[in-house]
């Protein structure tokens, strides 16, 4: 436990002054919505008008949640989750966040009694002081992304970090509080906050579908936000709700240009932000970013005649993917910026990978990460029906970055491609071009060293609990496109 040098007295009177007129402003709508819901939740407008909470509703500046009996999930526009616990009253004091560390985002909360888990997102990665929660007789920073927080009846605040380091400071002092520890606010404002050995006391999880996890997705209300009789022997969580249209999302994409003098060559671009754009069922139907190698502007836009939507689709809330087959719209790197508007047939396809970047990754500890869904991939030519992927990825989280291990399997009509390589990252996103070998081909023309690969991707949710790839493989005689996303 490190105790900080509170040198700057005005700090906390500021930045309480900022909290308390925060509600003052113009509220700004939709800056985060209920990923989950139980029991009886209420929220209180900054204008004073009560209502009953349900999965999926969108949250605005000023709301204030009151849990009661029940729980909720919040997820917000900069990727942050919070986890309010029963008798919880939880407020969004400001919050700003146009899809970028800019210097203008920011999210200051209030826990006013209860207690909550927090996972941060962008908001506060760049800047720590963009990123305060309040409680009465103190105020959270960050120099993490993790950590519950409970509000103590007597008044006190006590918190204990489960990644990152935790800044925990009241009039009289501040302490840090990195993972693992715990330290206590007391509510007499002349005692210091110190480390402490009590840890938040939680009420446990309730068991509904097997599901024992404080962040997750599911629905235990009626269509009118009332609470529902469920039978917990035999409940289970719907399918969470697919990523919303927007921008602050990671994207990589394996291509192809028909018109180019090559046309059998394939490409990979990836970069963040993004801002994607999709339909009902959560299939893709616009991307774009700036291409992370080249900073060419790359905009992809899916179906531009209108007509019917084809290919594969997969989107869990967290990650999205897909293949696109019929019309593209598109602007990518070559020799400089190129337009290309090719139409893809079923053997043929634009596959994406799109997410929530990860703001920071974690320092420690090993994942394996195994396929949550790929697209089918597919020749550039189109000469043979779509292929198969399976694969894994392995991955170990240091101060340093990430060491990311990739083992995948490509089979095709006419050949089977094994993959295997390794590549290091500091950041969400990470890529291995030639250094990602082929270890062993069966049918395909990969004599003499002709056979090489590329790939990019990135890690996805708060606690990187996703990763996406878009990989393209070439042998002597053609390519083959394809994308990938991964789960803890």
């Given at each position: 436990m490190?105790?900080?040098?509170?040198?700057?007295?005005?700090?906390?009177?500021?930045?309480?002054?900022?909290?308390?007129?925060?509600?003052?402003?113009?509220?700004l709508?939709?800056?985060?919505?209920?990923e989950?819901?139980?029991?009886?939740?209420?929220?209180?407008?900054?204008?004073g008008?009560?209502?009953?909470?349900?999965?999926g509703?969108?949250?605005?500046?000023?709301?204030?949640?009151?849990?009661?009996?029940?729980r909720?999930?919040?997820?917000?526009?900069?990727?942050?989750?919070?986890?309010?616990?029963?008798?919880?009253?939880?407020?969004?004091?400001?919050?700003?966040?146009?899809?970028?560390?800019?210097?203008?985002?920011?999210?200051?909360?209030?826990?006013?009694?209860?207690?909550?888990?927090a996972?941060?997102?962008?908001?506060?990665?760049?800047?720590?002081?963009?990123?305060r929660?309040?409680?009465?007789?103190?105020?959270?920073?960050?120099r993490?992304?993790?950590?519950?927080?409970?509000?103590?009846?007597?008044?006190?605040t006590?918190?204990?970090?489960s990644?990152?380091?935790w800044?925990?400071s009241?009039?009289?002092?501040?302490?840090?509080?990195?993972?693992?520890?715990?330290a206590?606010?007391?509510?007499?404002?002349?005692?210091?906050?110190?480390?402490?050995?009590?840890?938040?006391?939680?009420?446990?999880?309730?068991?509904?579908?097997?599901l024992?996890?404080?962040?997750?997705?599911?629905?235990?209300?009626?269509?009118?936000?009332?609470p529902?009789?469920?039978?917990i022997?035999?409940?289970?969580?719907?399918?969470?709700?697919p990523?919303?249209?927007?921008?602050g999302y990671?994207?990589?994409?394996?291509?192809?240009?028909?018109?180019v003098?090559?046309?059998?060559?394939?490409?990979?671009?990836?970069?963040?932000?993004?801002?994607a754009?999709?339909d009902?069922?959560?299939g893709?139907?616009?991307?774009?970013?700036?291409?992370?190698?080249?900073?060419?502007?790359?905009?992809?836009?899916?179906?531009?005649?209108g007509?019917?939507?084809?290919?594969e689709?997969?989107?869990?809330?967290i990650?999205?993917?897909?293949?696109?087959?019929?019309?593209v719209?598109?602007?990518?790197?070559?020799?400089?910026?190129?337009?290309?508007?090719p139409?893809?047939a079923?053997?043929q396809?634009?596959?994406?990978?799109?997410?929530?970047?990860t703001?920071?990754?974690?320092?420690t500890?090993?994942?394996?990460?195994?396929?949550?869904?790929?697209?089918?991939p597919?020749y550039?030519?189109?000469?043979t029906?779509?292929?198969?992927f399976t694969?894994?990825?392995?991955?170990?989280?240091?101060?340093?970055?990430?060491n990311?291990?990739?083992?995948?399997?490509?089979?095709?009509?006419?050949?089977t491609?094994?993959l295997?390589?390794n590549?290091?990252t500091?950041?969400?996103?990470?890529?291995?071009?030639?250094?990602l070998?082929?270890l062993?081909?069966?049918?395909?023309?990969?004599?003499?060293?002709?056979?090489s690969?590329q790939?990019?991707g990135?890690?996805?949710?708060?606690?990187?609990?996703r990763a996406?790839?878009?990989?393209?493989i070439?042998?002597?005689?053609?390519q083959?496109?394809?994308?990938?996303?991964?789960?803890?």
């Amino acid at each position: 436990m490190r105790t900080a040098d509170l040198s700057r007295p005005k700090f906390a009177s500021l930045l309480l002054l900022l909290l308390a007129t925060a509600g003052a402003g113009q509220a700004l709508a939709n800056v985060g919505r209920l990923e989950f819901v139980t029991g009886d939740v209420t929220a209180v407008s900054a204008a004073g008008q009560h209502r009953a909470l349900a999965r999926g509703e969108e949250l605005s500046q000023g709301d204030t949640i009151h849990t009661n009996a029940g729980r909720a999930q919040i997820r917000f526009a900069d990727g942050a989750y919070v986890s309010l616990q029963p008798g919880t009253e939880f407020g969004i004091k400001e919050y700003n966040f146009d899809g970028k560390a800019d210097g203008t985002e920011r999210g200051f909360f209030a826990l006013l009694k209860g207690a909550m888990r927090a996972v941060t997102g962008l908001i506060g990665h760049v800047d720590h002081s963009k990123y305060r929660i309040r409680t009465p007789t103190a105020t959270v920073g960050i120099r993490g992304t993790g950590g519950l927080i409970q509000v103590l009846n007597d008044g006190s605040t006590l918190i204990r970090g489960s990644s990152g380091i935790w800044v925990l400071s009241s009039p009289a002092g501040s302490v840090e509080v990195p993972a693992g520890t715990s330290a206590i606010a007391p509510a007499n404002p002349g005692i210091p906050p110190h480390e402490t050995s009590q840890g938040p006391s939680l009420p446990p999880p309730p068991p509904v579908g097997g599901l024992n996890n404080d962040f997750r997705q599911g629905d235990q209300v009626k269509p009118d936000g009332t609470p529902a009789s469920l039978s917990i022997a035999t409940v289970t969580a719907p399918p969470p709700a697919p990523l919303q249209s927007g921008s602050g999302y990671a994207a990589a994409v394996a291509y192809s240009d028909p018109n180019v003098e090559f046309p059998g060559y394939g490409y990979v671009s990836s970069g963040l932000p993004a801002t994607a754009v999709f339909d009902a069922a959560g299939g893709l139907t616009h991307v774009n970013f700036k291409d992370q190698s080249t900073s060419v502007e790359s905009v992809f836009n899916l179906n531009p005649d209108g007509a019917q939507v084809k290919g594969e689709s997969g989107n869990d809330g967290i990650i999205a993917w897909g293949r696109w087959t019929g019309g593209v719209n598109m602007t990518y790197p070559c020799d400089g910026p190129c337009t290309a508007q090719p139409t893809y047939a079923d053997n043929q396809g634009l596959h994406y990978v799109v997410g929530l970047p990860t703001p920071i990754l974690p320092t420690t500890g090993t994942a394996t990460y195994t396929m949550l869904g790929a697209t089918s991939p597919t020749y550039v030519d189109g000469h043979t029906s779509p292929g198969n992927f399976t694969g894994t990825l392995d991955v170990a989280f240091t101060a340093a970055g990430a060491n990311v291990g990739m083992n995948f399997n490509v089979v095709m009509p006419d050949a089977t491609y094994a993959l295997a390589g390794n590549t290091t990252t500091t950041s969400s996103q990470f890529s291995a071009g030639t250094d990602l070998k082929t270890l062993s081909v069966t049918g395909g023309n990969c004599a003499s060293g002709a056979c090489s690969s590329q790939v990019q991707g990135f890690f996805a949710g708060p606690t990187a609990e996703r990763a996406g790839v878009a990989y393209q493989i070439t042998d002597s005689s053609a390519q083959i496109l394809g994308a990938a996303a991964f789960k803890k």
